[in-house]
């Protein structure tokens, strides 16, 4: 299975693998937050929250002056703050950072809030060490037992100049060749594609899999459908019916490895799509340039 030829991931390598041994296929998962209730609610936010096997994913609705505290954080996390009118403020033990809309942030482990300074929507990235927020998530019963084929994560080395709050902008202009808007941590990989407009011309369609690895696609605006293909192996009771979910704005998809899967934006206006990884991909980081923070976070080659 290929990519059409503008697609700058068709030269990456193949991640299919031999799928005739799988003993079990791993089930992918919808949180629709416009359908659903908050798994927390106050008076200044209101925070959906769902899982992968390594990743938490925490999309807040907040007010002016919410506070979104984490206490004792094991691992690095990505703050995303989309609206471009927003602004935030990332207090840790050593910072107190101001951070304006448009932007993706590493916050360091450990003790850390984050202030909004109007009412906005506010997205928090984790690893699944952050048990609490794991235990909530409206997906959690699926991941009570491990998920097939997902390999563990293994942290990168640490970056170069200490863990400190980093921001960066989401205004990254286009370059050809180059796949996305690409940051990672130690533990974890946000790609912030372009905003697309209208529907997804039909005959440029990219379907493709993952070997060992789930991919959380974030719908922020828009609506796409997810179109999911199970293999057919040797064993006839692992195969499984073709799925079209059909996921608005704001919702999370978690789509399970070895799935032929693409995503097909429908909306007549702006789709916008984040795709999360938990580790990061090898396969993005060995592309020259796709990474935009790479120097920040060197590969797992330096350990």
Not at 247 to 261: E, F, K, R, W
Not at 280 to 292: K, Y
Request: charged share 20%; with cysteine; hydrophobic share 40%.
């Amino acid at each position: 299975m290929s990519f059409v030829s503008s697609d700058p991931r068709a030269r990456l390598a193949s991640l299919g693998g031999d799928t005739h041994q799988i003993s079990a296929y791993g089930d992918a998962s919808y949180a629709k937050y416009y359908e659903t209730q908050p798994q927390v609610a106050s008076e200044s936010e209101q925070t959906w929250v769902a899982r992968g096997q390594n990743f938490v994913v925490a999309y807040s609705e907040v007010k002016a002056g919410a506070s979104l505290e984490r206490q004792g954080e094991a691992d690095e996390y990505f703050l995303l703050v989309p609206d471009p009118e927003a602004a935030v403020q990332v207090v840790t033990r050593d910072e107190n950072a101001d951070v304006g809309g448009g932007s993706v942030v590493i916050v360091p482990p450990g003790d850390s809030s984050v202030v909004s300074m109007i009412a906005t929507v506010l997205v928090r990235f984790l690893t699944a060490r952050a048990a609490d927020l794991a235990a909530l998530a409206s997906n959690a019963p699926i991941y009570a037992t491990d998920a097939p084929n997902v390999a563990p994560v293994v942290a990168w080395p640490e970056p170069p100049g200490g863990y400190r709050v980093r921001p960066y902008s989401l205004d990254v202009p286009e370059t050809e060749g180059r796949f996305g808007r690409i940051w990672r941590s130690r533990c974890l990989m946000v790609n912030y594609s372009a905003p697309r407009h209208g529907p997804r011309d039909v005959q440029r369609m990219s379907p493709h899999t993952h070997h060992d690895f789930e991919q959380g696609s974030l719908c922020l605006s828009g609506t796409f459908v997810h179109h999911l293909r199970w293999p057919w192996g040797t064993d006839q009771r692992l195969w499984r019916e073709d799925t079209h979910e059909i996921c608005a704005g704001p919702s999370l998809a978690v789509i399970p490895p070895l799935v032929l899967h693409t995503s097909q934006q429908c909306g007549t206006g702006i789709n916008q799509l984040v795709d999360l990884f938990a580790p990061p991909r090898l396969d993005f980081s060995a592309q020259d340039g796709w990474v935009l923070n790479a120097a920040e976070y060197p590969g797992p080659e330096a350990s």
